[in-house]
């Protein structure tokens, strides 16, 4: 039972047009959301992250984006650098079940320059 | 400061033998997490643990799979009995409880032949 989802594999942008990245889960205890980045042979890093009391949080080029009626965040990227070419991972966590992550199964992003 | 260190970064076992794992976590930081990423794959929580507690093993297979984060020391993934099944990028990751933004390690790749 997949309870975070990202349903596209892979994603390909033009340098400096805009990158966004979905995420859908079904647990409706998640609160707390976060976008993590990865590149080959290394460990992801944390990229942003929302509270489900908001529905938008910005960090430069980065904004999360929360729909909690739709179960739905989405990772805009703006304007897309070719070194922003990674794997991002959508995660989730439940104040009851602790620090622990739930992942979502990554989506390819490539930017083209 | 330096970040979680992981160690070794490649391991290869042959089926049957003991892979041990290890995880120094950020200076400060008294929370440990282990994940393991199969092949095309999101990361999947396996353990959470503090100084010489195991919080949550949730994600632990039943058999064969141990951890510990002694009081001196890095914490040690331990998997006996090694099948093909087990090969995997395990990544550790620390905290400091105030928040969620984990520090991830590089990973450890394992492979089983």
């Known amino acids: 039972d997949q309870q975070v989802k990202q349903n596209s594999p892979s994603l390909s942008v033009q340098e400096g047009r805009i990158s966004i990245l979905n995420c859908d889960y079904t647990?409706?205890?998640?609160?707390?959301f976060l976008w993590y980045k990865k590149y080959p042979a290394e460990g992801p890093t944390f990229l942003i992250s929302?509270?489900?009391?908001?529905d938008k949080n910005e960090d430069g080029r980065f904004t999360v984006f929360l729909n909690k009626s739709a179960k739905h965040l989405s990772l805009h990227i703006v304007p897309s650098q070719p070194g922003d070419s990674a794997v991002y991972f959508c995660a989730a966590s439940a104040r009851e079940a602790g620090n622990m992550l739930t992942f979502g199964g990554g989506t390819r992003l490539m930017v083209k320059p | 400061n330096a970040g979680v260190m992981q160690n070794p970064r490649h391991l290869v076992r042959r089926r049957g033998q003991e892979a041990r794992l290890r995880c120094s976590p950020m200076k400060g930081h008294s929370h440990v997490y282990w994940y393991r990423q199969l092949p095309e794959e999101g990361l999947k929580f396996m353990v959470y643990l503090q100084k010489e507690n195991i919080i949550d093993e949730s994600g632990m297979p039943k058999e064969r799979f141990s951890a510990e984060f002694p009081k001196e020391g890095p914490s040690i993934l331990r998997i006996q009995q090694v099948v093909r099944g087990d090969s995997a990028a395990y990544f550790c990751?620390?905290?400091?409880?105030?928040?969620?933004?984990?520090?991830f390690g590089s990973g450890t790749r394992l492979t089983v032949v």
């Open positions: 647990n409706s205890m998640f609160d707390y």
């Open positions: 929302i509270s489900s009391i908001k």
């Open positions: 990751a620390s905290s400091d409880r105030e928040n969620y933004g984990y520090t």
